[in-house]
């Protein structure tokens, strides 16, 4: 194939794309952040314990499920310079079409996946009878979820950062505007917290169908669906492969962070409600930094389409430069108002107090996690997942090896080895990149 002429990079585009992506993801985290502090008013650590781990409940359930957005993403911005808008609109046929389906696995296995996942993630007593009533509730957003992981991954790919935004931040203000309603208003106690995430779910679905349904968006659809190949199994192939690859990674990905439920479990419900704050200011962080993730999955992904080898790794290194002063910032203000905010959330002064020994962790890992993020994005950019899957593999047995080790130092040495996760994936990733873009472009100048 001849390649393109190679365009300049924009670098105008990152922060066009990141910013809008930042303030999505941060509102994003204000549903775990929110729920955590709403049942902290009730005072009681088991209640507090629960929302942790029905927290991390849909972390294996439905964020797993994430690679339905982010697979989407890589092959609509690829599309977008390779075939157009057509060929966009029926890579979110493919990816509705993949998420009714394990969207209605997951209904049917409910009676015995749902006690299962519980069980696993080692709730028990009062902690675990709260926990089973959130679950119960938000279980039955499944569908709602899977189609909008889809919607948005579509959008995203297509630069929508504004309609995204406005999405995101609405429906998370939804969430907690109900929670608070429903918990501290109304006195439902944790059920408050599965109903509010239940009805914005749904209404973040609505609203998105009714804005991509205006202008010749219905018609391309309609083609899309007269199109018998859109849903062939020639066309599902490559979407499936890189969604296969993408779901296996971020299960890896999700039993690392369900250990650290897990493991904290084990230690009583204060260290697990001290360490689900800071789990939860962890994904406040990486949730900000993914905003450079989505710039590297867009702006990669489109020379990927376009065969422009130099503004591929133009981006890499601008992407990289800039997560990295982003997570300086971010760093440096934990050090500053770390206490305060972690004594904000914690229903007792025993947690409060575990918390705070903790927060060290909070300065060290936007500096260890930022590369492997912004990496993320250029591997699910160029649909590099089989590559993506297998350092992950690596760097989780990295993690679990470092779990083993570091036992005897407790809740430091779980924080510890998640440090090491994420240098690891780093490491392995950045190792991989240079056979990576020979075998996609060849050999260096050869798109010149």
Known sequence: ??????????????????????????????????DMWIVGQLGDAPTQGAVDVGARLFAVLFTVMNFLKTGTTGLVAQEGTRA???????????????????AAILLIAKPVLLPAALGLLGASGEVLEAAQVYAEIRYWSAPAVMANLA??????????????????????????????????????GIAGIGWSSLIAEYAKLVAVG?????????????NCLKEQGTLGWSALKPFLSVNRDLFLRTVV?????????????????????A????????????????????????????????????????????????????AALVAALFAL????????????????????????????IPFAGVASFVLDGIYVGASWTRALLLTMMGAAAIFALSLWLTWPLESHGLWLSFTLFLIAR???????????????????????
């Open 275 to 326: 360490n689900g704050i800071l789990y939860q200011m962890f994904i406040f962080t990486a949730l900000l930094l993914d905003g450079f993730e989505n710039a590297a999955q867009v702006l990669n992904g489109e020379r990927v389409g376009a065969r422009d080898r130099k503004g591929f790794s133009a981006y890499v290194g601008a992407i990289l430069l800039r997560g990295i002063a982003a």
């Open 1 to 34: 194939m001849t390649a393109a002429r190679p365009a300049p990079i924009d670098k105008r585009a990152i922060w066009v794309i990141a910013l809008p992506a930042m303030v999505t993801n941060v509102a994003t985290a204000l549903i775990g952040i929110g």
């Open 337 to 364: 108002f770390a206490d305060p905010v972690l004594a904000s959330f914690a229903a007792t002064t025993a947690v409060e107090d575990v918390a705070q020994d903790l927060g060290i962790w909070l300065i060290i």
């Open 210 to 222: 009714v804005f991509l349904a205006r202008g010749d968006f219905l018609a391309r659809l309609k």
């Open 84 to 102: 157009g808008k057509d060929a966009q609109v029926a890579m979110l046929v493919r990816g509705l079409a993949v998420g009714l389906v394990i």
């Open 253 to 273: 990905l999700t039993i690392a962070l369900a250990a650290l439920t897990r493991l904290s479990a084990e230690r009583g419900a204060v260290v697990l409600a």
């Open 151 to 188: 919607l948005i991954g579509f959008m995203v790919g297509r630069r929508q950062m504004t309609a995204v935004l406005i999405f995101e931040v609405t429906y998370n203000l939804t969430n907690i505007a109900l929670g608070l309603w429903f918990v501290l208003g109304l006195d439902w």
């Open 426 to 448: 780093t490491v392995l990733q950045l190792g991989a990149i240079p056979m990576l873009l020979d075998r996609e472009f060849g050999g260096p100048g050869e798109d010149d």
